[in-house]
Structures are given as structure tokens and as C-alpha cells.
């Protein structure tokens, strides 16, 4: 178990009274990148949203466990805190909010420490010309008025700026454009090359995983595992699409 990080056992989630996930296993060692990818309405959001505790979500059997510790029923602001962190499919705006002033909150309820604000913005511009974004971003209401690709940047950066142990990536790339897509992909190379946390990328693209290295690959159908392989299963339903495993 020392290597694991995530390990998920017979996992079955409901949302409001219908059942989505159904009996669901999975494990991920530290620094692994792990691509679930399935059909439209196969459970991949689900997965990702129970992981991450979102009360929106019932679990009502298996168990999760994360870094050896049984998080099943913890709620989201500690799982975040242990290390866990989830990248939206569609992000919320927040208004009244900076893009600045949350990262450096959740920065400070993570390390449990004051962080100065000088040191801090010193880092967030270097991490955003990494992303090639734009400084006054950072001062912005968070994604209020941002485009689909400058809201997927702002999550990159937090990514970048949190170092997460395991980063869920919930179609990352989902209507971005090539240059975003590829801007994207930097920020989570960057991502493993300075933090080396593991991923678990959930996608019905595969655009995303161009320039990454996978180490397994699952296919989700009907809120089950049907399919464990490596980066090979990518490019057959790249090719293909989902057809065998249907």
C-alpha cells in the first residue's frame, strides 16, 4: 500500500435516487497518470465528484481510500486539504472574488500557514507566464466574463500553485481551441516535471493526452470499469471510438 494513493473499492454512487456508479474499483500509485475515458453518460463526472466528496453525490457502498486514509465520507474542503484536487468541467464564477486572493486561501488553509502577499504574487506571475496569461487576470473576479480557455488556464494555475499530490482533470480540454489545448497540456507537464503528483485525466477526447505519457488506461461504461490497459486503449478508441467495450 505504500505507493498507492487512491484506492477505490466496489464504489457505488447515486445521484438523487439513481444509481450511477456500480460497484467500481480503482487504484493509483504516487506519480502515476491514469486516463478513464468512456462514452457520454458512462459515470466519468460522477467518479470525480464522489472522489472529491461533493455532497451532491450519495455514496452508498464501497470505499475510498487516499494516502491510507479512509475518505469515503469526509466532506471537500478536507480531502482538498490532504492534497486532493479536482479540475471542473465547467468552473464556477465566483464574483467578489480575485483569481489572486483564492489561490492564496486555499494556499493558506493547505499549509496552515500566513503566506506573504509579496512572495506569493511573485510566484503567481511566474507561474502564469508559464500559461502565457495574462498578469491582470490575477485580479479579476474569479472566471466571471473568462472564456472557456482562459477559465481552463485559471485552473492549470491553481494546479500549478496548490501541487497537489492527485490532480482529477474532468475533460480538461472540453471546447478549448488547438493553441488553449496546447497551452493546457504545458501547465500539466509542468505539473508532473516540478510537483511529479499523479493524475487521474477523465476524458471522452483524447487531445489532451498528445504530449503526455500514460501509464494505464480504463475504460468506464454504464458507471463500471469494463477495460484496464495501457496507453494502447487511448489510440484504439481514438481510432475506433467506443464500439468493443459497448
Avoid at 195 to 206: D, E, K, P
Avoid at 211 to 218: A, F, G, I, M, N
Wanted: proline share 3%; charged share 30%; aromatic share 6%.
Amino acid at each position: 500500500m505504500e505507493d498507492m494513493i487512491l484506492k477505490v473499492e466496489d464504489l457505488t454512487a447515486k445521484v438523487e435516487e439513481t444509481e450511477i456508479l456500480h460497484g467500481l474499483n480503482l487504484s493509483v500509485n504516487k506519480g502515476e497518470t491514469h486516463v478513464i475515458m468512456g462514452p457520454n453518460g458512462a459515470g466519468k463526472s460522477t467518479l470525480g465528484s464522489a472522489l472529491m466528496g461533493d455532497p451532491r453525490y450519495e455514496i452508498t457502498g464501497g470505499k475510498i481510500f487516499f494516502k491510507d486514509m479512509d475518505i469515503t465520507t469526509e466532506p471537500t474542503d478536507k480531502i482538498a486539504k490532504m492534497g486532493m484536487f479536482l479540475s471542473f468541467q465547467n468552473p464556477v464564477e465566483v464574483p467578489g472574488i480575485t483569481l489572486s486572493n483564492f489561490i492564496r486561501t486555499a494556499l493558506e488553509q493547505k499549509t496552515g500557514e500566513h503566506i506573504r502577499v509579496w512572495d506569493f504574487k511573485k510566484k503567481l506571475e511566474k507561474t502564469m507566464q508559464v500559461l502565457q496569461m495574462d498578469p491582470s487576470y490575477a485580479e479579476r473576479d474569479l472566471n466571471v466574463g473568462f472564456s472557456g480557455g482562459e477559465k481552463k488556464k485559471a485552473e492549470t494555475l491553481q494546479l500549478l500553485m496548490l501541487k497537489p499530490d492527485l490532480a482529477i482533470l474532468d475533460e480538461t480540454d472540453s471546447g478549448l481551441d488547438v493553441d488553449a489545448v496546447r497551452t493546457v497540456s504545458r501547465g500539466i507537464e509542468e505539473y508532473k516535471k516540478t510537483v511529479g503528483g499523479a493524475l487521474l485525466i477523465i476524458t471522452h477526447s483524447t487531445r489532451i493526452l498528445e504530449s503526455l505519457s500514460v501509464d494505464k488506461t480504463h475504460v468506464l461504461v454504464e458507471g463500471k470499469i469494463v477495460c484496464d490497459g495501457d496507453r494502447s486503449i487511448v489510440d484504439e478508441i481514438n481510432e475506433k471510438g467506443f464500439e468493443r467495450f459497448i
